[in-house]
């Protein structure tokens, strides 16, 4: 069965600086989707990036970057020039094609002024 | 993207009563999933809601207590039956476009309270 792992239940960073939010994950599929969603205190899962394990190249989506290690089966997610508005419970999940999300536990990122 | 909607936004119910929670969605989907999120846990599939036929359950959730309905590609609804304090939790529906290059989008929530 697939396993996700965040191993930070909680992050702490300062405005305008960079974080790093790390996830592990356990397949033996070689085709498989990586997501990070931020969950505010709204709820309202909100999906912040996407990584095809085909693609050797990480996604970038702004101020937001993946750092997709394969072989390792990592895929933590940087955030630069954090602001205030960034603070969230994150989720690392992992998706074989056509199939269900599976979830870490989260990370509860905290940003401060 | 797909814009989904749930209704209700939240609920406090008594003890061994049932709630039905709509998921509505705006364009047609490939799938539909309904999530259950305990406070301060992560998500867990509860069920993939299939068109016109019974919906998978998950290891651990049971048809008889989780009825869940599909009858379009926009629509689904889940039961939560006979309801006890540990079925409060936040309830989320979820779906996989096509349209949308399989991207996987979520509703708001059900915020549920079992007293």
């Known amino acids: 069965a697939q396993t996700v792992t965040q191993s930070q239940p909680e992050m702490s960073v300062q405005e305008a600086e960079t974080v790093t939010l790390s996830c592990t994950y356990d397949?033996?599929?070689?085709?498989?989707?990586l997501f990070w969603y931020k969950q505010p205190p709204s709820r309202q899962m909100i999906l912040v990036i996407r990584?095809?394990?085909?693609?050797?190249q990480n996604a970038t989506e702004n101020r937001f970057s993946v750092n997709f290690q394969k072989a390792a089966k990592s895929f933590s997610l940087k955030i630069s020039d954090s602001q205030l508005g960034d603070a969230a419970m994150y989720f690392c999940a992992y998706r074989r094609n056509g199939n269900k999300l599976v979830f870490g536990a989260g990370t509860i990122l905290r940003v401060k002024s | 993207s797909a814009v989904i909607s749930q209704k209700p936004s939240r609920d406090i119910c008594q003890r061994g009563t049932s709630l039905t929670i709509q998921c509505q969605v705006d364009?047609?989907?490939?799938?539909m999933f309904w999530y259950r999120q305990q406070p301060g846990q992560s998500l867990t599939l509860i069920a993939t809601?299939?068109?016109?036929?019974?919906?998978?359950?998950e290891s651990g959730f049971v048809i008889d207590k989780f009825p869940i309905s599909r009858p379009n590609l926009t629509f689904s609804t889940l039961t939560v039956s006979n309801m006890s304090p540990e079925d409060s939790s936040i309830y989320l529906c979820?779906?996989?476009?096509?349209?949308?290059?399989?991207?996987?989008?979520f509703g708001p929530g059900t915020r549920l309270t079992v007293l």
């Open positions: 364009s047609q989907v490939t799938m």
């Open positions: 979820s779906v996989v476009s096509w349209m949308a290059d399989n991207e996987q989008f």
């Open positions: 397949t033996s599929e070689s085709d498989y989707y």
């Open positions: 990584q095809e394990a085909y693609k050797q």
């Open positions: 809601a299939n068109q016109g036929s019974e919906a998978t359950y």
